[in-house]
């Protein structure tokens, strides 16, 4: 399940799936037509992120970019923070 407040999309399940990616890019796109400037993430309550997914939000974080559009996670579980220490992704996303 996937929740907006204002410019925070809400990962609200333990693990993204596949079935996911369509309402996550949909929101995305709803957020940019409204013209923010910033989108933020939050998976505090999410364990696992399926790598379609995760394909997905590193896609639309470049394709943002190019807009000046910031997409940034803020923040994340501990397990799933092990994931991006893993992939060696924690600068890309500017995690600590």
């Given at each position: 399940?996937?929740?907006?407040?204002?410019?925070?999309?809400f990962?609200?399940?333990?693990?993204?799936?596949?079935?996911?990616?369509?309402?996550?890019?949909?929101?995305?796109?709803?957020?940019?037509?409204?013209?923010?400037?910033?989108?933020?993430?939050?998976?505090?309550?999410?364990?696992?992120?399926?790598?379609?997914?995760l394909?997905?939000?590193?896609?639309?974080?470049?394709?943002?970019?190019?807009?000046?559009?910031?997409?940034?996670?803020?923040?994340?579980?501990?397990?799933?923070?092990?994931?991006?220490?893993?992939?060696?992704?924690m600068?890309?996303?500017?995690?600590?």
């Amino acid at each position: 399940m996937i929740k907006v407040e204002n410019n925070t999309i809400f990962i609200v399940t333990p693990k993204t799936q596949y079935e996911h990616k369509e309402e996550f890019s949909e929101i995305i796109d709803s957020l940019v037509k409204k013209g923010t400037d910033r989108i933020e993430l939050d998976f505090s309550e999410t364990s696992y992120i399926a790598s379609d997914f995760l394909g997905l939000i590193m896609w639309k974080k470049e394709e943002l970019t190019k807009k000046n559009i910031a997409l940034v996670i803020t923040k994340v579980s501990d397990p799933l923070k092990a994931v991006f220490q893993n992939l060696r992704l924690m600068k890309y996303f500017n995690l600590e």
